[in-house]
């Protein structure tokens, strides 16, 4: 019988996620169907439990309904406690599990996809809502040399490092949380994780803060943002979150299929047709 998932989120019409699945299963040789679910803004649960009583086997979770899944899980991964988020939802029978694969999906791409490891890396995060709550718990698992989180509300950001301070008992001193300005010191990997971009903003980012050569990578995808231009304008190379897209949605095949899909082929296939232009956010925690 062929097993079914789905992506749910409002909206959800534009989401590559259909389409990824379906090249990971072919590839794999695994029978499945994956739809899209548009629920109402209120209708996440209601419609999260019809798909799994009609016997559906799991679902990626987009925005706005992260949070409400986290709820839902009965049981939770160690990334998506980090996030106190949940983008994959496993209806194995018993209990409801609930994963977040939006920090792997960072750091394999960066890793696997990019040359660009982030471990021993200075690496600067820029945002600190939940897109950056996402992905924190996974880079710090990669050991980076430094992580340091600048938001333009500079509170938040040290709110979210005090989190995961309690959570990891962060000791050595190598993580810090403030404003963009005054910015000591430059760093090697920069991602931003702001929705800035959707806006055509970028955060005050001084350009002194990238180093030359540096990465600088947009967790968006489907567009060059500002914070696109000003890297490369400053030396560093510039690049977008199609990767993360992809290898997130791997991490969730494999969470539900027990295989890990080549994902180079599909990043390839999207860039051909287009799609990584498409103007869209979900790659910023599909
Ligand atoms: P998400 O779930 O996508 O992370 P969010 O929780 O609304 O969305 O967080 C948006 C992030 O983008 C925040 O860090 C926000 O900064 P503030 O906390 O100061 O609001 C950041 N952001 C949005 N627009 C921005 C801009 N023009 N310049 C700098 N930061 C911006």
Redesign the pocket.
């Known amino acids: 019988m062929t097993d079914r998932y789905a992506v749910i989120g409002h909206p959800v019409e534009h989401s590559l996620s259909p389409r990824i699945h379906a090249a990971f299963a072919r590839a794999c040789g695994h029978d499945i169907a994956y739809d899209r679910i548009a629920a109402p803004r209120d209708g996440f649960r209601a419609a999260a439990l019809a798909f799994r009583d009609a016997g559906g086997k799991g679902l990626n979770v987009t925005?706005p309904f992260?949070h409400e899944a986290w709820a839902l899980a009965e049981r939770h991964s160690d990334y998506a406690r980090g996030a106190g988020a949940v983008n994959t939802l496993v209806f194995a029978g018993g209990a409801i599990a609930g994963h977040n694969t939006d920090g792997i999906g960072l750091a394999r791409d960066l890793r696997d996809n990019l040359a660009c490891p982030v471990a021993g890396r200075r690496v600067l995060l820029?945002?600190?809502?939940?897109?950056?709550?996402?992905v924190v718990e996974a880079l710090l698992r990669e050991r980076p040399r430094s992580l340091f989180v600048a938001?333009?509300?500079?509170d938040?950001?040290q709110a979210l490092v005090a989190h995961f301070a309690a959570l990891h008992a962060l000791a050595d001193g190598g993580v810090g949380a403030g404003p963009?300005a005054g910015l000591g010191g430059r760093f090697d990997l920069v991602i931003n994780?702001?929705?800035?971009g959707?806006?055509d903003?970028?955060?005050?980012l001084p350009a002194d803060a990238l180093e030359p050569g540096a990465l600088a990578y947009d967790m968006v995808y489907g567009r060059v943002t500002p914070f696109m231009k000003f890297a490369a304008a400053h030396g560093a190379r510039a690049v977008d979150g199609l990767g993360m897209l992809v290898e997130q949605a791997a991490e969730s095949f494999f969470i539900w299929r027990g295989v890990h899909p080549a994902t180079k082929p599909v990043i390839d296939e999207l860039r051909r047709d287009g799609e990584g232009r498409r103007a869209n956010?979900e790659g910023?925690?599909a």
Do not use: E, Q, W
């Open positions: 925005l992260k820029m945002g600190a809502g939940g897109a950056v709550y996402g938001n333009r509300t500079p938040k950001a963009y994780a702001t929705s800035a959707l806006g903003a970028m955060p005050a956010g910023k925690g």
